[in-house]
């Protein structure tokens, strides 16, 4: 194992990583990815957790290169800080809220609401509210609260994502079997009592730990980022052959 990979494992462990659920939670398919145990807590085999690691990564990479739009999923309070954040680091969309069904599956309908959303926004912005009544103003502000509440992070999805990220596969399920049905991509961090071969770029960790979960989702940001860089570089050297056979 080299280095790079060692130093990583180090983090993960510092991150609590390595911790799983109780036994009697494991899904079948993670077994081979048990370490041990400690007070009745199964341990994940990080050297392993690595090779999930870098693989997820070398696709975030890709996708980074293409510019491709991935949205970034996760309802539960321990993970939501870290979504928001790579969201914004990327200006991706994302949901941090209750997953609403058919948001991938009926992708149309949804789109038509996130455009009354973004419509309702614009003309507050331009004050062109005020030839409505108090009483019209009002119920407006409610129905768009509500659309806040539900699609206010898919604001940027202007068209089917081309992957998702996803924390905790077992709670996002919804999410996950729409993601599958659209044949979208899945890049996950998953705890021992998730199915692997739901997910197309499984993270075997600890899903419910903040340091966890940041540790996780900031790699893939960071390969993400990578590879944005990598496209941009091949696009200025293609240019620049470009103008010098003109």
């Not at 997820?56 to 949205?71: H, I, M, R, S, W």
């Not at 990220?165 to 009592?193: C, M, N, Q, Y």
Request: charged share 30%.
């Amino acid at each position: 194992m080299s280095e790079k990979e060692n130093n990583i494992i180090e983090e993960m462990f510092t991150a609590g990583a390595h911790f799983g659920y109780t036994k009697s939670r494991r899904h079948p398919t993670v077994k081979p990815y048990i370490f041990g145990n400690k007070n009745k807590i199964e341990l994940f085999d990080l050297e392993k957790t690595v090779v999930l690691l870098e693989k997820a990564k070398a696709y975030a990479t890709e996708l980074g290169a293409k510019g491709a739009t991935v949205l970034f999923i996760g309802g539960k309070n321990e993970s939501q800080k870290a979504i928001l954040r790579a969201s914004d680091l990327l200006s991706m969309p994302y949901c941090v809220g209750r997953w609403i069904g058919g948001t991938l599956t009926n992708f149309g309908q949804i789109k038509k609401r996130v455009e009354k959303l973004v419509a309702h926004k614009q003309a507050v912005e331009k004050g062109e509210l005020a030839k409505y009544t108090k009483w019209e103003r009002m119920q407006m502000d409610r129905d768009n609260e509500k659309l806040e509440r539900f699609f206010g992070g898919l604001v940027n999805l202007s068209k089917m994502p081309d992957a998702i990220f996803v924390v905790d596969t077992k709670r996002e399920a919804i999410a996950v079997a729409e993601a599958k049905r659209k044949h979208i991509p899945v890049i996950a961090l998953i705890g021992s009592d998730c199915d692997m071969k739901e997910i197309t770029y499984p993270i075997l960790g600890n899903d419910s730990s903040k340091k966890s979960i940041e540790f996780f989702t900031n790699q893939i940001v960071a390969a993400y980022e990578a590879g944005k860089k990598l496209g941009a570089e091949e696009k200025a050297k293609t240019k620049a052959t470009v103008v010098a056979k003109e």
